[in-house]
Structure formats: C-alpha cells, structure tokens
C-alpha cells in the first residue's frame, strides 16, 4: 500500500475480482481512511445497479456508504464538486468505454480515482472498459471470492440462470464465485433454453 501524497499528483487504483471477492467492502475501506484523513471525497456508482439501494453502494456484507448514481461516464465529471479531491467509483465495469478518458482526465488534474468492478463477465471474458482501466491504472489489486464448490480462492462468476445477457444484476441467486477448475460457462449453455441459445452472446 502506498502513501503517496495524493493531493499534489493523480493516480488511478483498480479493485477487480469476481463477484463475491469484496471489492466494494475494499472500496469502502479505502473511502473510509480517506474521510478520516478529512479528505473531500465522492463516490459514483452506474445508475443501472439497482440491487440493492437506490443511492448507497452496498456489498454482500451489508456495509454502505452513500454514493451518486450516474447514468454515463461523462456525467461524473459534470457532478464533481471544488472541493472533491478524491473519486470513487463502484462497478466502474457498467460504465461506458468514456469511462477511460474520463478516469485518465481526473488522474491528470491530480484527483485520486479508486475504481472497483468486475474484470470478467458470466462468460470469463474481460468485462467493458476494464481492460484499459486496468492498463492505465497505477495500483492494481485482483481481490479473489471463495469457490462454492471447493472453498479454494475465486477469480469467476459462475451465471446459475438461464440468460445469455452480458448484464444481468445479480445476487447469491444468479451467480456463484467459482475458482478456475469449477468455472463451466459450457454447463451454463447446456442448461439453456433452445429460443435463448439463438440469442447473440454479448
Ligand atoms: P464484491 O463487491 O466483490 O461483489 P462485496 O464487497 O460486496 O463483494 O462482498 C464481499 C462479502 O461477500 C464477503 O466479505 C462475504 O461476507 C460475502 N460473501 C458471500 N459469498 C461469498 C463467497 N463465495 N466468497 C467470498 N465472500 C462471500
Ligand atoms: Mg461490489
């Protein structure tokens, strides 16, 4: 963990994991020590997550802390405060491909953007703009779930219903964290419906 004074230069930090991995409790961690060191923080979340609350960002564990729903990437640069010095953003994965620029921007006007999402989607491929966030990012962490079936560390998202959708919001009913040996997308499609299997797989 570094202890690089943020208010003189950017830097970008990427949380990433599957789901279940607490990538939004370390999200929280982190705004939390922020606010104690009385740092000016807002923190963003796409205003398609739903699941749980309207406005707070919410994690498995039941921690929160309240947030400003947005409904695309630039629009958090048009809801930044003066005072902000650091942005924090939660499931950065359902943000447009903006989402790039418009991290790289804050990074360069020297704002301190901690960023949380998914890496990869139900079908274990890179999810949206992660890849590039992941590249630009200065500090990278990959937090990992426990797998359902064997206890071992977690880097999937195992979709346990029928849907071929990229986007499906989901709890403990639609998705299970699974480590690598126990990820089957093959037995996800065995299981789908013919009408679903014709559906495009974006
Ligand atoms: P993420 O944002 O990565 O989806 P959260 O931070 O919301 O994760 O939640 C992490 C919490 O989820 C854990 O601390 C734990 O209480 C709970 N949890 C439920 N199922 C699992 C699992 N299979 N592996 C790890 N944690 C789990
Ligand atoms: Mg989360």
Do not use: W
Not at 52 to 66: C, K, L, N
Not at 181 to 192: A, K, M, P, Q, V
Request: charged share 30%.
């Amino acid at each position: 963990m570094s202890y690089f004074p943020y208010n003189f230069h950017g830097h970008i930090e990427v949380i990433c994991g599957p789901m279940f991995s607490g990538k939004t409790e370390e999200l929280i961690r982190r705004v939390r020590r922020a606010q104690i060191a009385r740092q000016k923080i807002q923190i963003f979340k796409p205003a398609l997550d739903t699941r749980y609350d309207e406005v707070q960002v919410v994690s498995h564990s039941a921690q929160s802390i309240p947030s400003e729903p947005v409904e695309s990437a630039r629009d958090i640069l048009k809801h930044l405060k003066d005072s902000t010095r650091i942005v924090a953003i939660d499931e950065v994965q359902f943000f447009d491909k903006a989402i790039v620029e418009v991290v790289s921007k804050l990074a360069e006007r020297g704002y301190r953007v901690i960023c949380a999402g998914l890496d990869l989607d139900y079908k274990s491929v890179p999810f949206g703009a992660m890849p590039e966030l992941l590249a630009i990012a200065d500090e990278v962490i990959k937090v990992k779930a426990i797998c359902t079936i064997c206890g071992a560390p977690a880097s999937r998202s195992q979709r346990i219903i029928q849907s071929v959708d990229q986007v499906v919001l989901g709890e403990k009913n639609e998705y299970e964290a699974r480590c690598r040996g126990h990820f089957d997308y093959e037995s996800h499609l065995r299981n789908l419906d013919e009408s679903e299997k014709s559906a495009p797989l974006n």
